[in-house]
């Protein structure tokens, strides 16, 4: 597929390019500055991107850049989500541009647009409820506006998924095609955490649910490698099972 990658110069944005590449994908990096993504990828590797220079808060020309390359789907991993519930970023800002100018794009031509973004694990639903875990534990709330504005769209609008991870860390400072992680693949699950570690601890009155959700929290650290290679890997399916979900994932072999 050819994919617009909005955020290419980022610590997953950079992994991104990478895992594209290595999964036979065409990258169209769109980055502030192609100055800065040219010193941040090897040259080798940047010359095989084609870079498209904007702001990830300008709806036009996202959609501008994915109708004049013939993108068929779109990563967005630019912005990043304030920790702090009191604190704000220009994430939510960011994501619903993005969101805009790739259902802008998919009208025009007349097909809905594949498209992953960014969430956490706080948007995911505590397991065996309906509830997010951000409700027992409110850091990162920026990604509950964005999940509002991907459930109102209509329907068919835009084939969205939503990737949610706890922590993400480097294997490596360097990038490189092909892409290699010393991880395996991650497991995946729509809405919850996958694999999670429940207790009778989650019965206790209040705190419970708190307190099991800080236990398991640190299981789901996962490499910039592996959360890149997943999306490269899902992308070359047009049929996902992760259209219209947020998704959960784990490296299970932890
Ligand atoms: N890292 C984690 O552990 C983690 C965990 C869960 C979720 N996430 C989410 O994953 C996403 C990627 O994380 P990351 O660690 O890769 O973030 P990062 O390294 O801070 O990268 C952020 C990217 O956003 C770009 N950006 C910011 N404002 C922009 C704008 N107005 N126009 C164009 N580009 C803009 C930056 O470009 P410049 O180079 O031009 O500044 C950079 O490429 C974030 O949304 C974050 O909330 C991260």
Redesign the pocket.
Same mark, same amino acid.
């Given at each position: 597929m050819k994919v617009l990658l909005?955020?290419?110069?980022?610590?997953?944005?950079?992994?991104l390019v990478a895992a594209l590449l290595t999964h036979g994908h065409d990258v169209v990096a769109?980055?502030?500055?192609s100055k800065?993504?040219g010193a941040?990828l090897p040259e080798a590797v940047y010359n095989k991107v084609t870079v498209v220079e904007?702001?990830?808060?300008?709806t036009t020309s996202i959609k501008r850049a994915i109708l004049d390359n013939d993108c068929e789907a779109v990563v967005?991993?630019?912005?990043?989500?304030a920790m702090a519930p009191w604190r704000r970023?220009?994430?939510p800002?960011? @994501?619903s541009a993005v969101l805009k100018g790739t259902q802008q794009a998919g009208s025009e031509k007349n097909q809905p647009l594949r498209i992953w973004? &960014?969430?956490?694990?706080g948007v995911l639903n505590f397991p065996g409820t309906e509830t997010m875990l951000s409700n027992y534990v409110p850091i @990162?709330l920026?990604?509950r506006e964005n999940i509002k504005l991907l459930r109102a769209l209509p329907p068919h609008s835009v084939d969205w998924s939503l &990737?949610?991870?706890?922590?993400?860390?480097a294997e490596k400072s360097e990038v490189s095609v092909p892409a290699k992680s010393s991880h395996g693949r991650l497991t995946a699950e729509a809405s919850s955490p996958p694999l999670w570690k429940d207790s009778w601890l989650k019965h206790i009155p209040f705190l419970g649910k708190v307190i099991l959700a800080g236990m398991n929290a640190p299981r789901y650290?996962t490499t910039?490698e592996q959360?890149a290679d997943f999306i490269a890997s899902d992308l070359k399916d047009r049929e996902s099972p992760w259209i219209g979900a947020p998704v959960g994932i784990i490296d299970a072999a932890r």
């Open positions: 909005v955020g290419a110069t980022g610590n997953l944005g950079l992994r769109y980055a502030r500055s800065r993504l941040l904007g702001n990830a808060t300008d967005n991993t630019a912005g990043v989500a970023n220009n994430m800002e960011i @994501f973004l &960014l969430g956490g694990l @990162f920026e990604h &990737l949610c991870p706890s922590t993400m860390v650290e910039l959360n």
